[in-house]
């Protein structure tokens, strides 16, 4: 049952993980980096955590309540950072994140219901 | 281009992953769990080199043909391992760590030509 | 500053990956493995989340509260369990995991107020 | 045996993680970001592969070998990259690198005999 709850979660958070590891790199590459540093540092957080949720799902982690609703937080931020900018590789970014915290948000929420 | 090079083999990271934490967390469940202490030892291995290869990818690290040759590595000798048992979950895992073995190895040789 | 703040609580999680991931290992050698289940699943639950604790504390991640909260979380449930066993190494990770929670606490803490 | 074996490597694994990432974030905030781009990549790069590392011998992997391998490639790579550089903290890298490097390179060469 847990690994039907879970697989449109385990997704959103591969989709998010690629974006913003692919903003990251891209971001790295720009002329304007310097004044994409916060945008660099908040993506590649949020890919890690991604990658955690993502492994804590899969092993059906007893903690995937609390690392849900930690990556949701940490999406979020980088949604929000993504959007102060205009390059398309960080507008792409922000659809990725706030489908990923939105998933993460129900994940937390029913496991927490069904404990 | 390296997304679309490298897409196929991070969704076979993905399928590895979940197979091998779901034997994982299965087995630990088995009456018959003595006997599947190296298996469990294995897919809890493999599942954690998957991952690290699958945000080498996204993130097109420079030493992605290492890790993936290194993933491949991996995935053949769990596969080897879980060949020995006849739960379901064990010999499902098979399929999914060949295939990812096998999509690693690609990727390995071709980002070493392309570079 | 924030390298003195974090020293002992990486030092504390780095000693707790070291408890917990021995006795991972060691657990999966004993006669009374069936016994063990839930004690493996969570030390290496615990020695997953110390890892990321402590890269995020070296990057200074800007998410340092609330990863180490969870890091706490997880060592305090961790410690419980290792609690209920006899065996050397369960007993070795209580000390361990407790220390980490503390000094976790300590940062979640000063890193909110600081903030 | 092992224990022993692995403690000075996984501490210089630590070393190497607290001097990559304390650079990587000090490089996000340098006025010359432009020329640190790969530099903020590799060390980056670097502290994954060395938590990746450090994990793997505190669990006693049966793929130490082949990882401390691949980790000291890394570790030269960003040691390399980092003496590019006249930034104290991007100096700091080097000999952490190194220093890792010499000792996985140890450890995998006395695992592979020991197998």
Request: charged content about 30%.
């Amino acid at each position: 049952m847990t690994r039907i709850l879970y697989q449109d979660c385990i997704d959103a958070c591969l989709k998010c993980m690629e974006a913003c590891n692919y903003s990251y790199v891209s971001n790295l590459k720009e002329y304007e980096l310097a004044r994409l540093r916060d945008c660099v540092l908040l993506e590649r957080e949020c890919a890690d955590i991604c990658g955690f949720a993502m492994e804590a799902m899969t092993r059906q982690s007893p903690f995937v309540a609390d690392i849900c609703r930690l990556c949701a937080d940490i999406c979020e931020a980088t949604a929000e950072e993504c959007s102060r900018h205009e390059q398309t590789h960080c507008l792409d970014c922000i659809e990725s994140c706030r489908r990923c915290a939105e998933l993460c948000r129900e994940v937390s929420s029913l496991v927490t219901v069904l404990a």
